[in-house]
């Protein structure tokens, strides 16, 4: 009897992942190739990490037998809405426009509501949910149009549960939360599913500072008591751009080892 290895077939579909030069980014875009889609990554600064994401997903799709992927990186502050249009733009001139849509990208700039500044406040929301508003708006149109898409907003626990010192952080995961279930409901009769993930604390560059004995006191207050890893996120998103995922819309799920119980 003589087998016959046939390699899978490569999903044509595009994701377009915001923040995919490093941290939980990194692991979703790696994740996304493993599974056959090509990848459009961007990036704020660093173009070397952005350029090694690439290549990890050039390996992560090779491995799993997809030879014919794409990859594309796309640096630029997401902070400017022009330079959100343009980094869409030239993505959709390379690749085509995004089937699936991860908002990502994201930052801190932590301090109690007294000492906040105004333009630590606007920095955050900008980031974290002005550029997320005009992504979904830019990829909303194509989707609907195909009637296929699937919008994956990656807020936190801290837009559920608010956290001292995070004003704008809490204000723009929660704001990301209002986001997605209104476009959930806005999109729903174009079969674009919208939904949105609230990680816990995630071993990355930005939870880095948190000192070990806090690490440690808050490992033991989690039901899973270790922290939460980039594959841990990416693992949801990958089943959310899934096929089987196609009746799950408008929902936050927490991935965060039981801390909000
Ligand atoms: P990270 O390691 O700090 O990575 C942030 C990513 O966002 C990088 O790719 C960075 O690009 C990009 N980025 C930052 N500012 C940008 C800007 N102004 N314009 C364009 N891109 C920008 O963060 P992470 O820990 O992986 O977090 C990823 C997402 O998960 C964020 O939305 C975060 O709020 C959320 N989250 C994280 C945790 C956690 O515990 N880590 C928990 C809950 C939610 P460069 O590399 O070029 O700077």
Redesign the pocket.
């Known amino acids: 009897m003589s087998s016959k290895t046939t390699s899978p077939e490569p999903s044509s579909q595009l994701a377009l992942v ?9 692991a979703i875009c790696i994740k996304l190739a493993a599974c056959g889609y090509n990848v459009a990554l ?6 070397a ?2 350029q090694e994401t690439a290549q990890l997903c050039r390996e992560a799709a090779q491995s799993a037998g997809f030879s014919t992927t794409r990859f594309a990186t796309y ?5 400017s809405t022009t ?1 959100c249009e343009e980094l869409f733009a030239a993505c959709v001139a390379e690749l085509g426009a995004p089937d699936i849509l991860v ?6 700039r932590d301090n109690l509501i007294m000492r906040m500044s105004l333009e630590d406040f606007d ?1 955050v929301l ?3 949910l002005k ?1 997320a508003f005009i992504f979904c708006k830019l990829a909303a149109r194509s989707m609907a149009k195909k009637r296929f898409g699937r919008i994956i907003n ?5 837009g559920l549960a608010g956290n001292a010192g995070q004003a704008n ?1 809490a204000a723009s ?1 929660a704001g990301l939360i209002g986001l997605t279930k209104t476009l959930a409901k806005e999109l729903g009769s174009r079969f674009v599913t919208v939904n949105a993930i ?10 880095e500072a948190l000192g070990t004995e806090a690490r440690t006191s808050l490992t033991n207050s989690l039901a899973i008591p270790r922290l ?1 890893t ?1 594959d841990d ?1 990416a693992s949801l998103v990958g089943f959310l751009a899934s096929d089987e995922a196609a009746y799950i819309t408008s929902q936050v799920i927490a991935v965060d080892g039981g801390m909000t119980l």
């Open positions: 915001t923040g995919g030069s490093r941290g939980i980014g990194r961007t990036y704020a600064r660093n173009e990490e952005a640096g630029g502050d997401i902070a330079v908002n990502n990208a994201g930052i801190t920095e900008s980031v974290n550029a990656i807020s936190s626990v801290v952080y995961k609230a990680p816990g604390f995630i071993e990355t560059s930005m939870t939460g980039p996120i």
